[in-house]
C-alpha cells in the first residue's frame, strides 16, 4: 500500500527545473506551439512570422538545427523531404497545345451504347457547360468521367461531328477524328 500512495505523490508531483503555469507560444500563422511549426505544409511562412515576431524563440529553434561542424543536419533541404501530414507539394500541370477532339462509340451492353467524346479540354472548353449542353441538346444523360471526357448515353457519334464545330467554332471538323467501334 505505501508503493502505491508513493507512485501516485510521485505522479502529481511538480517537477524540478519547471516554473508553473506553463507558457506556451503560439504560431500566428498555422496557430500550433512553435516547436510543430516544421511538420507543417506552410513552414517557410511559419519561420518568417517567427523570425518577425519572436526573434528569441526563432534563434532557440531554428539556429540550433546547425551541426557543430557548421553544416546543416540535412532537415532545411529542399530538394525531396517529405512532410507529415497534408497533401505534400501539388504538382502544376502544364498547359497541352490542343491535339484533337476523339469520339468513340463505346458499348455498354448488347444493344447499348454510349459515346465517348475527348479532348475538348485542350480547347479551354468549360467541360461542365459542354456536358449541360450535350444532356440539353440530345435528350439523354451525359457525365464528365475523368478529367478530359464526356460520356453521352446513346449513340450519337454521327450528330456529333456536326455539333461541335457549330457551338465551338475554333474546333475545326478536320481536328475531330473518329475512333470507331471500342469495348470499355
Do not use: H
Not at 500563422?29 to 511538420?39: A, G, Q, R, S
Not at 526573434?55 to 557548421?70: A, R, T
Amino acid at each position: 500500500m505505501a508503493s502505491t500512495e508513493e507512485a501516485e505523490a510521485g505522479a502529481k508531483a511538480p517537477k524540478k527545473n519547471v516554473s508553473y503555469p506553463l507558457r506556451i507560444l503560439y504560431c500566428g500563422e498555422c496557430t500550433l506551439p512553435v516547436e510543430y511549426c516544421e511538420y507543417m505544409p506552410n513552414n517557410d511562412k511559419c519561420k518568417a512570422w517567427l523570425e518577425k515576431n519572436l526573434p528569441s524563440e526563432f534563434g532557440k529553434i531554428y539556429l540550433s538545427e546547425k551541426s557543430p561542424e557548421g553544416g546543416d543536419t540535412g532537415e532545411t533541404d529542399k530538394k525531396g523531404r517529405q512532410k507529415r501530414g497534408g497533401r505534400g507539394n501539388i504538382k502544376i500541370k502544364k498547359k497541352a497545345e490542343p491535339q484533337g477532339v476523339t469520339i468513340a462509340r463505346v458499348q455498354r451492353n448488347k444493344k447499348k451504347y454510349v459515346t465517348r467524346i475527348r479532348g475538348l479540354a485542350t480547347y479551354d472548353i468549360d467541360l461542365e457547360q459542354a456536358r449541360k449542353f450535350f444532356a440539353n441538346r440530345f435528350a439523354c444523360g451525359a457525365s464528365r468521367t475523368e478529367e478530359d471526357e464526356i460520356v453521352i448515353q446513346g449513340d450519337v457519334t454521327d450528330d456529333i461531328f456536326d455539333v461541335i464545330p457549330e457551338k465551338w467554332p475554333e474546333i475545326d471538323e478536320e481536328n475531330i477524328d473518329d475512333l470507331g467501334d471500342q469495348k470499355r
